[in-house]
């Protein structure tokens, strides 16, 4: 029955981490996040590390990962010198906020990129084509709607 229960594990960890990558997360970082959610216990960095056959160097560099996007938490327990972790178990809220916050902030980057371009366009007036301009125009305005559906969507979150 062990064998059964850990073939079950595997698959359930190799399919939600398919829908985790789709979250900005490399394939490694999204099993070990569904690896540590599934965990009724935190975990260390040795136990990921054997659990999912990669190096404790992998793992760590995963886990500073998913604790920056605040997807798993170092947890304290008297007695254990090694760092513990643990996923959060909020998962619609924490991957929409993280996901959001990304496009949020890469919409509004390239916005004020391609504005810097639309001035550039601005003092160079006679050298550019109509079409451009108006392309340009319409890139511009694509980015403003991306930013103001997602800022709506954090406001709902």
């Keep these: 029955m062990r064998g059964s229960t850990e073939q079950i594990t595997n698959k359930i960890i ?16 999204a099993r070990l996040f569904v690896y540590l ?7 260390t960095l040795d136990d990921m590390g054997e659990a999912l056959g990669k190096s404790k160097t992998s793992m760590s560099t995963s886990i500073r990962s998913l604790s920056d996007a605040n997807l798993v ?6 007695g254990v010198r090694k760092d513990l972790y643990e996923a959060n178990n909020q998962l619609f809220k924490t991957f929409m906020n993280n996901y959001v916050n990304r496009w949020i902030e890469a919409s509004s980057h390239q916005k004020d990129s391609l504005e810097t371009i639309q001035r550039e366009l601005d003092q160079n007036n006679g050298e550019n084509t109509l079409e451009i301009v108006n392309s340009l125009n319409d890139i511009i305005d694509f980015h403003k709607q991306v930013e103001t559906s997602f800022r709506h969507l954090a406001d709902e979150s």
Aim: net charge neutral; charged share 30%; hydrophobic share 40%.
């Design 14 to 29: 190799m399919e939600f981490a398919k829908t985790i990558e789709m979250f900005g997360l490399t394939p490694v970082e």
């Design 37 to 43: 959610y599934l965990q009724e216990t935190p975990q």
């Design 73 to 78: 938490t170092r947890v304290w327990r008297k």
